[in-house]
């Protein structure tokens, strides 16, 4: 691929499992909260690291960013395997999304904004680190890394948002509807928190906090799990948390709040 700096991949090739819409929840955030970095951007270019077995997921995040922020957006898919890149060149539309074969160095690139999905869930947590920083070193300056992962169906979901300095906020979102209680999400948390759900870490004093919320909010689901999620989210914020947003994202079953949890 022209432009692409040839290099080796760095990483391991990942399961590949993936499907349509897998990624919506954390797609939806990124334009709405991530608009302005990509806007103000001379090159709004944007890596889609590790899009799996199939690039669906990539052509919804170009499609997604180029409708909710700007046409002209321009997403690079990049996968470690070679046969997934070779896979992916029928689904490419030049110059707006492209693929090619890349790993955290992101081949030479420099986005604006990258998205690592279920990318860094079969590392060691120890490895977590440089690989945060090997990405955030390749972006524009004002870049950042949105890094998480989700179910096989995209109903839970969690990620953080990185720049150069490291985490900024944490985010939690899942499909109300088929939500039973936000201890669910536990499962889902990204790699750097997923093993530190345990007593005394402030990840699980979060989730305790958020199911004990939406306990209380019980009599709120004769409105509707929205309605209940709402209160919850309300609920959490009244008692110390210091959640972000307002209900116009709380209402799409998300929870952000800043990084380092309290």
């Known amino acids: 691929m022209s432009g692409v700096a040839r290099r080796r991949p760095l990483g391991v090739v990942t399961r590949g499992t ?10 939806n955030w990124i334009v709405a909260t991530c608009a302005d970095r990509l806007s103000a951007a001379a090159d709004p270019l944007v890596v889609d690291l590790g899009y799996g077995a199939t ?10 960013l180029a409708a909710g922020v700007r046409p002209d957006v321009r997403l690079v898919g990049l996968e470690i395997d070679p046969a997934r890149v070779a896979a992916a ?22 986005p604006v904004l990258v998205r690592a999905f279920n990318v860094l869930r079969q590392y060691d947590e120890s490895e977590v680190p440089d690989a945060w ?17 989700c179910d096989e169906l995209g109903r839970l979901a969690s990620w953080l948002l990185i720049d150069a300095h ?18 669910e999400l536990a499962e889902r948390l990204p790699k750097a928190l ?5 007593p005394g870490e402030p990840v699980h004093d979060l989730i305790r906090a958020l199911d004990d919320a939406w306990q209380a909010a019980a009599p709120y689901a ?19 948390w210091p959640v972000l947003d307002g209900p116009s994202r709380w209402r799409q079953g998300e929870l952000t709040l ?4 309290p």
Request: hydrophobic share 40%; charged share 20%.
């Open 194 to 198: 997923i093993h530190r759900n345990v």
């Open 133 to 149: 920083r090997t990405m955030t070193a390749a972006l524009a300056p004002g870049g950042a890394l949105v890094e998480g992962t």
């Open 166 to 183: 490291g985490p900024r906020t944490l985010t939690l979102a899942a499909k109300l509807t088929t939500l039973g209680s936000p201890a």
């Open 55 to 64: 690039p669906v997921t990539a052509v919804e995040l170009r499609a997604r």
């Open 18 to 27: 993936t499907n349509p819409n897998r990624l919506r929840r954390v797609d």
């Open 222 to 240: 004769t409105f509707g799990p929205r309605q209940r999620w709402l209160r919850a989210v309300s609920r959490l914020r009244e008692t110390g």
């Open 89 to 110: 060149a029928p689904a490419a539309d030049p110059p707006g999304l492209t693929f090619a074969r890349g790993g955290f160095e992101l081949a030479g690139l420099r």
């Open 258 to 261: 800043p990084w380092p949890l």
